[in-house]
Structures are given as structure tokens and as C-alpha cells.
């Protein structure tokens, strides 16, 4: 694992008054005097800052990793940095377990996966009825006993190291009358039978996410679901994700939603400048679970919201239930408000999977601007291109359609188109830029940019297009390039920003 890199500025270096934990780079500073080469993974701030040091820290801090000290005073421009860092105070009493027990969770690079749907193993003894629905769920009816026994395992047993820490989410439905039990195994490196340490979580613990530590030994780690009684059991997903502790996921300050039906929603809020606009920024097909575009969000300067969602593999374009499409529209409005800003001070961005959600909340938002690379937008189409146009290229689309409609026909087809143009087409866009730079030949959703252009009809809106030959990942870098210059140039123009070249 790397090493976590931590800067402490004060008059008293710590490493003389506090044990440090090992795999940490601690940097000792009476005085900053140079701008770090790339931020820290946490700052502890001793000594209140001088107007030069507070410069220098707006680039070595990063949101919701500043930690102040009741020597620091929090006033001027230092409340401006805190507040804009999503600081933090500690207490001198509480400094040597903080350092002990919560700097490991500050590590650099997050990590997250869904368990492979193809290693979902059926125990031996259950008898019942079994289905699969493509990549979504395994569905188990039947007896299953009335003691709490092995029902479904996942092969492949996953690493887990020594002092790490991970976090598990189960996605399931059950019958009432059915009880289940989660069970983690630790086994020794190198041996299928030295049991090192083993967790049971009961339904009630499942109700959230679940952890394990991986304590002074790594190991190897191996999964089953245990069940009793008689009735159904879907088992859709099993997650792992390097744990943040209390203190965020994925990155610190990372924020996690879930529906009823245990559906995830995950954003990272970090305030900037606390001056508009707010850049919404959704992220595309990931199968490394996690938040994209943080580089060039934070690039910009301004504040930004970044939006993941780890469903089916790689993710279901943001759509789901009522209820989850509710939920996504709150947490959205919830950060928009809690800046001040109103619609025309929000800017709504992604690339490929990450433009549909962007296009479709933009409906609830009307934002000043929606930038695209890669349009996706009549994702019925882009399922329906899987066996002739792209076979094998995309097969996570056959499992959204078939998730969302229940079937994969051409009725399913347009049904799922309608999805989206049932919303876009009522909305008014009469004050918002559509920037789009495209694939000319895409494979994925082909004619993308000119079915959009054919659906603006409110008086007033504006559209810029850019098209690359090639097919829907062929240039890939073309798009990004062209997708952040009219970015830079939409905040220069319209919000007045000076963008900061690295």
C-alpha cells in the first residue's frame, strides 16, 4: 500500500511528543515556505498561518483532510481556507489516538469492486429452484433448512493486508420468512485451511455497510451467504471497498445513499471557491468502483459535485426506481442549495455513460450548461447495436435493458429509449448551452449528436458540436481534450474565472 503523506505546521514537531504509526511520510514545517509538488493526504495546522503560508495551503490541502488545533485562530482569511477545506478541529487530548487509530484511513488511492457475477457459486446442498438474470442477480426458491447454512459463496478469494480496513455491501431481496447471515473468512496466505479470524453479520448489521480489519496479517479473504427457512432469496451484489472509516467513502468527505430496495448512490462535495458556478460532474463505466474526473473538476478551480453509482457492472446510466431517481435529484439540489447558488449557476458534464446523467437530470436542474464528450442518449439503441454493430463490445447494455424493462425484445428497446425523451423533451432549454463533441461513427449510439440537436426546441438554446472520425472509444483523447477547453472557456467567459494551468 502507499504511503500516506502528512504535513504538520506548528512550532513544536509532533514526532517528538506522539507516537506515528508505521507507512506514513510525516513532514515537519515551522515555517512553509514552498508550494508542495501535489497536495497531502492530510495537514494538521498547529500554529495559525501568516497571509503567505495561507497561500500555500490553498495547493497543499485538499477538502476534509485540514485538522486545526485550538491554537490556530479561525478567523479572516483562515476561516475562508477552513471553510473552503471542509476543516476540522482536534483536540490536543485526542491527537495521539487520532494518529494511531484514524490516519490510516487517509491513504491516496481509493479502491472499490463489485464481486464478479460469474464467480456467484451455489452451495451443494441446496436442492431448490435456481435462475439467473444475466449479470444482475442469482434467484434461490426453495428449503433452505432450519439452521443457518451455507447457500451461495463467491470463488476467487480476495487479498485483504495487514492494519487494512474493509467495508462490505450486500444487495439482496428475501422472502419474510427467510433469515440470512453474511460470513467473512480470513484465511493465511498461501493455505486453504488456517483459519486466521472469521465475522458473522446478522440481518440487522447488513441493514449498513459492514467492516472487517485486517489486524497484524494479511490474508486472504472468502465469502458465503448463509441462509434458513423457506421462500426466496435474490442475491444481486456483494461489494468491497477500502474503508475511509468515518470519515468518507472513496475519498475523504465521500458521500453514500441508499434506497429501500439497498441501491447505491455515491457523490464527493468539494466547495472550492465557494463561488459559482457548481460543476456536476457524472462519471462513466467503471468496473473500479469510485468517482472520475476529480483531476479536472478540481483543475477548474470552481466548486464541484462528483456522482458514481456502482450498479450492474459498471453501472445502469442513473436510472432506476422512483425512488432512486428521487433520491439522486435531492442529493443533487441539496449541495446546490447549500451553496446559494440557483440553476443558472450550475454547470452538468460526463463522458459516455456519465452524459445520460447529466442530460437526464439536467431535466430537473435546467442548468447554464450541459458539456458532453461521447453522447449516450437513446440507450435502447446502444443495447440493440450489441449484436450486430458491436457484439461482445458492451454487454453490461443488454443487462440494463433487461434490468430496467425485464426483457431484451424491441418493445423493451423502445421502451427504454422513450425513458428519456418522455423527460427531455417537456423540459425548457431555452436557457442552457449544450456543448457536445462526438464520434462521428459511433457504435454505441450512432447519430447521438444529431437526434439531440433535432429534440431542442425551446426558443433561446444554444448548441456547439465538434465531431471526431471513429467509433465510440477511438479517440478517446480528442474528446477529453476538446470536452475541457470549451469547459475553460465556458468559465471564463460566463463566470469571469482564470483557470490554473498545472
Known amino acids: 500500500?502507499?504511503?500516506?503523506?502528512?504535513?504538520?505546521?506548528?512550532?513544536?514537531?509532533?514526532?517528538?511528543?506522539y507516537r506515528l504509526p508505521q507507512g506514513i511520510i510525516f513532514e515537519y514545517c515551522p515555517i512553509l515556505l514552498d508550494e508542495p509538488r501535489k497536495p497531502y493526504d492530510i495537514v494538521f495546522l498547529d500554529k495559525t498561518p501568516s497571509q503567505e503560508e495561507l497561500e500555500l495551503l490553498q495547493e497543499a490541502v485538499t477538502a476534509y483532510t485540514l485538522f486545526v488545533t485550538g491554537k490556530v485562530d479561525i478567523h479572516g482569511k483562515m476561516r475562508e481556507l477552513y471553510d473552503c477545506k471542509m476543516g476540522r478541529r482536534i483536540h490536543e487530548a485526542d491527537i495521539q489516538a487520532f494518529l494511531l487509530q484514524e490516519i490510516k484511513y487517509f491513504f491516496p488511492k481509493p479502491y472499490g469492486?463489485?464481486?464478479d457475477h460469474g464467480n456467484v457459486a451455489i452451495a451443494q446442498g441446496f436442492s431448490g429452484f435456481v435462475k439467473w438474470k444475466g449479470n444482475y442477480s442469482?434467484?434461490?426458491?426453495?428449503?433452505?433448512?432450519k439452521e443457518l447454512q451455507q447457500a451461495v459463496y463467491w470463488r476467487n478469494n480476495i487479498p485483504i493486508y495487514?492494519?487494512?480496513?474493509?467495508?462490505?455491501?450486500?444487495?439482496?431481496?428475501?422472502?419474510?420468512?427467510?433469515?440470512?447471515?453474511?460470513?467473512?473468512?480470513?484465511?493465511?496466505?498461501?493455505?486453504?485451511?488456517?483459519?486466521?479470524?472469521?465475522?458473522?453479520?446478522?440481518?440487522r448489521e447488513l441493514d449498513d455497510v459492514v467492516y472487517i480489519d485486517g489486524g497484524s496479517a494479511d490474508g486472504r479473504i472468502f465469502v458465503?451467504?448463509?441462509?434458513?427457512?423457506?421462500g426466496e432469496l435474490q442475491v444481486i451484489a456483494l461489494h468491497d471497498r477500502h474503508s475511509r472509516g468515518g470519515h468518507g467513502y472513496f475519498l475523504p468527505g465521500g458521500e453514500r445513499y441508499a434506497t429501500s430496495e439497498r441501491e447505491e448512490i455515491f457523490c464527493y462535495f468539494d466547495p472550492g471557491d465557494r463561488k459559482p458556478p457548481l460543476n456536476i460532474y457524472f462519471s462513466g463505466y467503471k468496473t473500479k468502483q469510485g468517482f472520475e474526473g476529480y483531476r479536472i473538476m478540481k483543475g477548474m478551480g470552481a466548486p464541484f459535485l462528483l456522482v458514481s453509482e456502482p450498479r450492474l457492472q459498471g453501472g445502469s446510466f442513473y436510472m432506476g426506481?422512483?425512488?432512486?431517481?428521487?433520491?439522486?435529484?435531492?442529493?443533487?439540489?441539496?449541495?446546490?442549495?447549500?451553496?446559494?447558488?440557483?440553476?443558472?449557476?450550475?454547470?452538468?458534464?460526463?463522458?459516455?455513460?456519465?452524459?445520460?446523467?447529466?442530460?437526464?437530470y439536467g431535466c430537473d436542474?435546467?442548468?447554464?450548461?450541459?458539456?458532453?464528450?461521447?453522447?449516450?442518449?437513446?440507450?435502447?439503441?446502444?443495447?440493440?447495436?450489441e449484436k450486430y454493430l458491436r457484439p461482445g463490445g458492451f454487454p453490461t447494455s443488454l443487462?440494463?435493458?433487461?434490468?430496467?424493462?425485464?426483457?431484451?425484445?424491441?418493445?423493451a428497446v423502445e421502451q427504454l429509449n422513450r425513458r428519456f425523451w418522455g423527460k427531455f423533451d417537456p423540459s425548457d432549454w431555452s436557457r442552457t448551452k449544450f456543448i457536445v463533441s462526438y464520434m462521428i461513427e459511433d457504435d454505441y449510439d450512432f447519430g447521438a449528436y444529431k437526434t439531440l440537436i433535432s429534440h431542442l426546441r425551446s426558443e433561446g438554446v444554444q448548441v456547439y458540436g465538434k465531431g471526431l472520425h471513429g467509433r465510440h472509444n477511438d479517440n478517446t483523447r480528442g474528446i477529453v481534450g476538446w470536452f475541457t477547453d470549451q469547459y475553460e472557456r465556458v468559465l471564463q467567459e460566463d463566470f469571469e474565472r482564470r483557470i490554473k494551468k498545472n
Open 113 to 115: 469492486e463489485k464481486f
Open 138 to 145: 442469482v434467484t434461490l426458491r426453495g428449503d433452505f433448512g
Open 399 to 411: 443487462d440494463v435493458l433487461l434490468y430496467l424493462c425485464g426483457s431484451t425484445e424491441g418493445e
Open 1 to 17: 500500500m502507499d504511503e500516506i503523506r502528512i504535513l504538520q505546521l506548528g512550532n513544536e514537531d509532533w514526532r517528538k511528543s
Open 162 to 203: 495487514r492494519g487494512q480496513v474493509l467495508d462490505f455491501w450486500l444487495e439482496y431481496r428475501k422472502s419474510a420468512e427467510i433469515e440470512v447471515s453474511l460470513v467473512i473468512t480470513k484465511f493465511a496466505v498461501g493455505s486453504i485451511s488456517e483459519i486466521l479470524q472469521r465475522w458473522e453479520f446478522d440481518e
Open 224 to 230: 458465503s451467504l448463509h441462509a434458513r427457512g423457506e
Open 321 to 360: 426506481s422512483k425512488e432512486y431517481e428521487r433520491l439522486m435529484v435531492n442529493v443533487i439540489k441539496k449541495h446546490i442549495e447549500e451553496l446559494g447558488f440557483g440553476p443558472d449557476q450550475v454547470i452538468m458534464a460526463g463522458l459516455s455513460m456519465g452524459t445520460y446523467g447529466a442530460l437526464y
Open 365 to 385: 436542474i435546467g442548468p447554464h450548461a450541459i458539456l458532453l464528450g461521447k453522447p449516450l442518449i437513446s440507450i435502447g439503441n446502444v443495447a440493440a447495436n
